[in-house]
């Protein structure tokens, strides 16, 4: 059995109408064309719809049954209509999103609060996990983005790499907060909070004050940077974190700030990147919010350095 479209489209307008004349004015056809369509259609079918008497078409009991099944399927047909183009659109559907802390509070629901203003139909996940974390949700297609800690080369994931450079957190009211770039030598003997043993940022860090001749005192060590901050706040130490950070902070302190941050020399970079599964094609709506979240990236990494 092939029904088709038109067919369905021509019983119902012969079930409304009473006439093949008035169904074909209806659907802007000729007489013939519907007279066409209805008798394929009874003929895919099987089945007999109408009596023929005299020219005039009578519908039996079947055409009656059939009526009610053609409209549920013309809405269906519809409704999907409908929303294959507000997805065309980027008005429906869902994003899985999934980020490292850093992004976590403020960034990412900044983003996501953003792109779905105006699309009340877009569903998100927006999930907080550790970086490994997230490579394995994204490698096993558990969701559509990911925001991380670089990982290493994978064939299961599609990455585009960001190089943060990292800047000096320090308090406003510190004599170094008078010094437009900070560098290893300001910050020698003096403690600071840092990424744990191992991590690529820290031994960037270390080789930058060894190749400077100052002295690395890690006195705070953590997994990220975001409570770091509050230590700084303290008094208690320095920080040379990511730009992301540094962002939601100012983000989050909209009045009396008691930090500062002035661009650390020589660089310093926290690797990032926008993960994706890289079996499966992105959808319109992926694609687009990357696009937001790129362009956002590439302007926080800008906004601390000038």
Same mark, same amino acid.
């Given at each position: 059995?092939?029904?088709?479209?038109?067919?369905?489209?021509?019983?119902?307008?012969?079930?409304?109408?009473?006439?093949?004349?008035?169904?074909?004015?209806?659907?802007?056809?000729?007489?013939?064309?519907?007279?066409?369509?209805?008798?394929?259609?009874?003929?895919?079918?099987?089945?007999?719809?109408?009596?023929?008497?005299?020219?005039?078409?009578?519908?039996?009991?079947?055409?009656?049954?059939?009526?009610?099944?053609?409209?549920?399927?013309?809405?269906?047909?519809?409704?999907?209509?409908?929303?294959?183009?507000?997805?065309?659109?980027?008005?429906?559907?869902?994003?899985?999103?999934?980020?490292?802390?850093?992004?976590?509070?403020?960034?990412?629901?900044?983003?996501?609060?953003?792109?779905?203003?105006?699309?009340?139909?877009?569903?998100?996940?927006?999930?907080?996990?550790?970086?490994?974390?997230?490579?394995?949700?994204?490698?096993?297609?558990?969701?559509?983005?990911?925001?991380?800690?670089?990982?290493?080369?994978?064939?299961?994931?599609?990455?585009?790499?960001?190089?943060?450079?990292?800047?000096?957190?320090?308090?406003?009211?510190?004599?170094?907060?008078?010094?437009?770039?900070?560098?290893?030598?300001?910050?020698?003997?003096?403690?600071?909070?840092?990424?744990?043993?191992?991590?690529?940022?820290?031994?960037?860090?270390?080789?930058?004050?060894?190749?400077?001749?100052?002295?690395?005192?890690?006195?705070?060590?953590?997994?990220?940077?975001?409570?770091?901050?509050? $230590?700084? #706040?303290?008094? @208690? *130490?320095?920080?040379?974190?990511? !730009?992301?950070?540094?962002? +939601?902070?100012?983000?989050? /302190? $909209?009045? #009396?700030?008691? @930090? *500062?941050?002035?661009?650390?020399? !020589?660089?310093?970079?926290? +690797?990032?990147?926008?993960? /994706?599964?890289?079996?499966?094609?992105?959808?319109?709506?992926?694609?687009?919010?990357?696009?937001?979240?790129?362009?956002?990236?590439?302007?926080?990494?800008?906004?601390?350095?000038?």
């Amino acid at each position: 059995m092939n029904l088709s479209f038109k067919q369905l489209q021509a019983f119902r307008e012969v079930m409304r109408t009473g006439s093949i004349s008035e169904a074909a004015r209806a659907l802007n056809r000729t007489q013939p064309a519907v007279s066409s369509l209805i008798t394929t259609l009874e003929a895919e079918l099987g089945i007999d719809l109408f009596e023929r008497n005299r020219g005039r078409l009578i519908k039996k009991p079947e055409a009656q049954f059939f009526l009610e099944e053609t409209e549920a399927i013309l809405e269906r047909l519809n409704h999907c209509t409908k929303t294959m183009k507000e997805i065309a659109d980027l008005k429906e559907g869902r994003l899985r999103i999934a980020c490292m802390p850093a992004s976590s509070q403020f960034m990412m629901p900044r983003l996501v609060a953003d792109f779905v203003r105006d699309k009340p139909q877009v569903k998100v996940s927006l999930m907080m996990r550790a970086s490994a974390i997230i490579e394995e949700w994204i490698a096993s297609q558990q969701f559509d983005i990911g925001l991380a800690e670089t990982p290493a080369p994978s064939g299961a994931i599609k990455t585009e790499t960001f190089e943060l450079a990292c800047i000096c957190a320090l308090r406003s009211d510190d004599p170094l907060a008078e010094k437009s770039i900070i560098t290893p030598k300001d910050l020698s003997g003096r403690p600071l909070a840092t990424l744990q043993e191992d991590h690529p940022n820290l031994l960037a860090t270390q080789a930058a004050f060894k190749s400077a001749g100052a002295q690395f005192n890690a006195r705070f060590e953590l997994r990220n940077f975001q409570p770091a901050l509050k $230590l700084v #706040e303290e008094g @208690l *130490c320095y920080c040379i974190c990511d !730009p992301m950070t540094a962002s +939601s902070y100012y983000e989050y /302190q $909209l009045q #009396e700030q008691a @930090l *500062c941050f002035r661009p650390f020399a !020589p660089e310093v970079h926290l +690797s990032v990147a926008i993960l /994706q599964p890289a079996h499966r094609p992105a959808s319109e709506l992926s694609s687009a919010f990357i696009d937001i979240l790129r362009a956002d990236l590439l302007a926080i990494n800008q906004q601390f350095q000038t």
